[in-house]
């Protein structure tokens, strides 16, 4: 072969090697490890920085006091422009991160800074690849200062109490309203009610992945025949989006995001609670961020909270199935192979969002498995029977009784729990139910009169806890 030859085969190498080059982009020929994603997910508890990469990271971290800020060397990767992506991610809203910083410290290493807006706990861990994700490096940055979220809901009904002369009446309120309730079959008349704005979501009662929470001592809140028709203390309704932040839920054939369409409905939901003269709606989380399981049921808990009302949409393998649910805890097992499969489904959030495992109390993983009463299953089976009628009117059900099963959000052992699937997002005509105003509304009208229907026959006990 002639030189000349050899020399339009190698020039036409190159040529194709930069072809690749544009191709692939530059951070796919990087050294060491591909960066595939970088991530911020911004609440007031905490603030979550996420690396995904298609092998392991090694690192070492450098927390330093004054001014705040964690220092983060990655070893075995070059400063390539999918770190950079970082910088920007940062918004000027965000309540706990000032900014991003990176550089080439060293060869084969690159310097992460973080600056803090105030004195934090850091935890920094891994998670080794699971669904969608491969392998993800993970900032999870806590404010040492927390706000207690019953003294702020509290506060919040202190500022618009009414006549103090006058004793409120929670129940009568809810019990005067039930009069419009709609015939079977016949859905409400809806008002026009604004979708709530998420954006501007009061974050007061944002929560985190693993924070220091400090566990409500257990108390007997359920049902009882003999208990008061009215009652004069702040009754607290726990709402629960399901997933969140780097957990999206289920998507629906057109790409709705189960974590977006639950949010935006127990947003409607909190805001007909609050309307309520002396009931207030805690939600455990009032933004996109991930929350594990046993931190939403913390949650609940520390805030005394009468109900638990975790909020989901469906999904299946086809897209047949439709129609919502409702799900109790089961001491004994599943009452059916479908209420078990979605048990686990719920279940696995965890891993799919990211929990620090090692963060995790040993004391409270055992708690969770040993939770469940008799007493809290039967006043959830009612509180899901109420919901499950009302839902009824607005839509069509998935099963004509509450199911059960192992679900671990629902193991508050002092606190009514159910589970709503509101409807099949991997169905196309109830993933457009899902998403529209009209739908979301009447769904949350129809849990409001559930709380009603529950309230009514099982009046809450009173509690120590002020107005």
């Known amino acids: 072969m002639s030189d000349k030859s050899d020399s339009t085969i190698s020039r ?14 530059v951070q796919q020929i990087a050294r060491g490890a591909t960066i595939l994603a970088v991530r911020v997910w911004p609440a007031r508890d905490y603030s979550r920085v996420t690396i995904e990469s298609d092998t392991g990271l090694k690192t070492k971290t450098y927390f330093i006091a004054e001014p705040p800020r964690l220092a983060v060397d990655i070893e075995g990767i070059d400063l390539i422009p999918g770190l950079r992506e970082l910088v920007a991610k940062v918004k000027p809203d965000d309540p706990n991160i000032s900014g991003i910083r990176v550089g080439q410290n060293a060869p084969g290493v690159v310097r992460l800074v973080i600056d803090l807006k105030q004195h934090m706990l850091p935890q920094v ?28 809901l509290i506060a919040e009904r202190l500022k618009d109490k009414p006549d103090p002369g006058a004793a409120p009446d929670a129940i009568g309120e809810l019990l005067a309203r039930q009069t419009a309730r709609p015939a079977a079959g016949h859905p409400a008349p809806t008002p026009a009610v604004p979708p709530p704005p998420v954006a501007a979501a009061d974050r007061n009662q944002a929560g985190g992945a693993n924070p220091p929470v400090a566990q409500a001592p257990p108390e007997s809140v359920g049902a009882g025949a003999g208990g008061r028709n009215k009652t004069d203390r702040l009754i607290i309704v726990a709402l629960d989006p399901g997933h969140g932040g780097e957990d999206p839920g289920a998507i629906g054939p057109g790409g709705t995001r189960e974590k977006d369409v639950v949010l935006q409905i127990a947003l409607r939901l909190r805001e007909r609670i609050n309307k309520i003269p002396n009931m207030r709606a805690f939600l455990t989380r009032d933004a996109d961020f991930f929350v594990p399981l046993h931190v939403r049921v913390q949650k609940a808990r520390r805030v005394q909270a009468d109900l638990f009302i975790s909020i989901h949409a469906d999904a299946f ?70 919901m499950l009628g009302e839902i009824g009117n607005v839509g069509k059900l998935h099963k004509p009784r509450v199911e059960q099963a192992g679900f671990a959000v629902l193991k508050a052992p002092d606190i009514p729990s159910v589970l709503v699937e509101t409807a099949f997002i991997s169905n196309p005509d109830e993933e457009a139910k899902l998403r529209s105003e009209t739908y979301q509304v009447q769904l949350a009208d129809a849990l409001m009169r559930g709380i009603g229907s529950y309230f009514a026959k099982n009046p809450p006990l009173a509690r120590n806890r002020p107005l």
């Open 317 to 386: 393998f086809t897209p047949r199935p439709q129609g919502a649910s409702v799900f109790a805890l089961s001491e004994k097992g599943a009452t059916s192979s479908s209420a078990r499969w979605m048990a686990d489904k719920e279940n696995s959030a965890d891993l799919v969002g990211g929990v620090n495992v090692k963060a995790k109390d040993a004391q409270v993983q055992k708690a969770l498995l040993d939770m469940s009463t008799t007493a809290q299953i039967n006043d959830s089976l009612k509180l899901g029977g109420a």
């Open 12 to 25: 036409r190498s190159a040529l194709q090697m930069g072809s690749l080059v544009l191709l692939l982009g």
């Open 125 to 152: 861990f891994t998670l080794p690849p699971v669904a969608a994700y491969q392998h993800r490096l993970v900032f999870d940055l806590y404010p040492t200062q927390v706000l207690d979220p019953l003294e702020a």
